[in-house]
């Protein structure tokens, strides 16, 4: 709590928390929201690892700034980071976030970086929350706002809706410290800063798509998609801290707010993936003028999508447990249910060597639709049956009596 009361919003709504941002986190504890948690991959506990917490821009705020400019970022206390093991829980104030720093339906990125002295050790990652409830007052504090997953259903808009679901979880990779990061957590003076450094447009895929085969019937079954101004997509996002090798850590959640809406016309190729073009921007981190990382982060979607046909097989997800049969002609749309993921989903290896993952919830705005007749009549999810699971393939009639 000391640690809020010396914070300072300046004008651009950067923070400053003299000499209290880098202490233990198992010696801090607030009674703020969680904005989200995680673990690190190895062994070393956290005990005596220090941390360092910013928010990010929203892109609509970035997108007027030129390579070599300096990205604005605001540094939030830490007092709320608590560790167990190789496990930590991060708590945010949202009385401590300025409006200029709240994106479209309340979409918050933080960014946390790890160093432990002990074993020299450092990791980055970045993290999209969603700020929920009513309006922020510094008595409010977590009564009035709270934070929730981007990807829980139910948490698509700010300042309505209850955050009553666990907070997003990521896993992070803890290796060799980069010269220059021991200096920048134990210095009291703040002489980092991150600038842009470059912009590359990569296609994603954000959903798929399996019509039934004829089957005992002479035509296949049609599935399309949409994806409306408003949906959000979460990419994963990637760091480097030697230059060469990245490495994919957490990820940042872009709602479509460019103006477009797209539905795909209904297709019967039997594999289809759905894509959206979006664009990455490329940051360099320096601390005192030594380098400590570099990063790529989705920051907006350009408007263009398209179809891709896949060559392989549809999936066989077939079982009494995971399908429904028999269902009458109409139009079958998902607007509910997991969240689609994709480990694989964004193509950007061309520029930093690994593909990073993709994430939708479904909404009213972004939708899967099958149309369902009498010779393409059942439906069977990968993980359940349709409605709660995340991908959905359609089945040709009599397909329940082949089990």
């Not at 959000?232 to 709602?255: F, L, M, N, R």
């Not at 894509?275 to 030594?290: A, F, I, P």
């Not at 907006?300 to 077939?318: A, Y």
Request: proline fraction near 5%; glycine fraction near 10%; charged fraction near 20%.
């Amino acid at each position: 709590m000391i640690a809020r009361k010396l914070a300072v919003l300046t004008a651009a709504g950067a923070c400053a928390v003299a000499g209290l941002l880098n202490v233990p986190a198992s010696q801090a504890a607030t009674g703020d929201p969680v904005a989200f948690t995680g673990s690190v991959d190895t062994q070393i506990p956290l005990d005596r690892a220090l941390f360092t917490l910013r928010a990010d821009l929203p892109a609509a705020r970035t997108a007027g700034l030129a390579d070599g400019d300096d990205v604005p970022m605001l540094k939030l206390p830490t007092a709320g980071i608590s560790t167990s093991g190789t496990s930590f829980s991060v708590a945010v104030d949202p009385a401590d976030v300025p409006e200029n720093y709240i994106g479209s339906n309340g979409l918050v990125s933080l960014e946390l970086e790890i160093y432990d002295p002990q074993s020299n050790s450092y990791a980055w990652t970045t993290q999209s929350v969603r700020l929920v409830g009513g309006q922020s007052t510094r008595s409010a504090g977590a009564a009035g706002r709270s934070w929730a997953d981007p990807l829980i259903p139910g948490q698509a808009s700010a300042g309505t809706r209850s955050a009553a679901s666990r907070p997003p979880k990521v896993k992070v990779h803890l290796g060799r410290a980069p010269k220059g990061v021991k200096n920048a957590f134990v210095s009291r003076a703040d002489t980092c800063r991150t600038t842009k450094i470059g912009q590359n447009d990569a296609w994603a895929t954000i959903g798929e798509g399996y019509p039934a085969a004829p089957g005992y019937g002479t035509k296949r079954g049609t599935v399309w998609m949409t994806h409306s101004n408003g949906s959000e997509i979460t990419y994963g996002a990637a760091v480097t801290t030697d230059g060469h090798k990245w490495s994919a850590e957490g990820s940042s959640s872009v709602a479509n707010t460019q103006g477009f809406d797209f539905q795909w016309d209904p297709d019967n190729f039997m594999s289809i993936s759905y894509r959206t073009e979006v664009r990455y921007y490329k940051y360099k981190y320096d601390c005192g003028g030594v380098i400590i990382n570099r990063k790529v982060k989705a920051a907006l979607e350009t408007g263009g999508v398209k179809t891709i046909h896949t060559d392989g097989l549809p999936p066989h997800w077939l079982s009494r447990s995971k399908c429904t049969f028999n269902m009458p002609s109409g139009t079958w749309t998902k607007t509910t249910g997991k969240a689609y993921a994709n480990s694989g989903g964004v193509k950007i290896s061309s520029v930093i060597g690994i593909e990073l993952s993709t994430a939708r919830t479904y909404t009213k705005g972004s939708t899967l639709s099958y149309k369902m007749d009498a010779g393409h009549d059942s439906l069977c999810g990968n993980t359940d049956k349709p409605n709660p699971a995340s991908k959905v393939q359609q089945y040709y009639n009599r397909i329940e009596e082949e089990l």
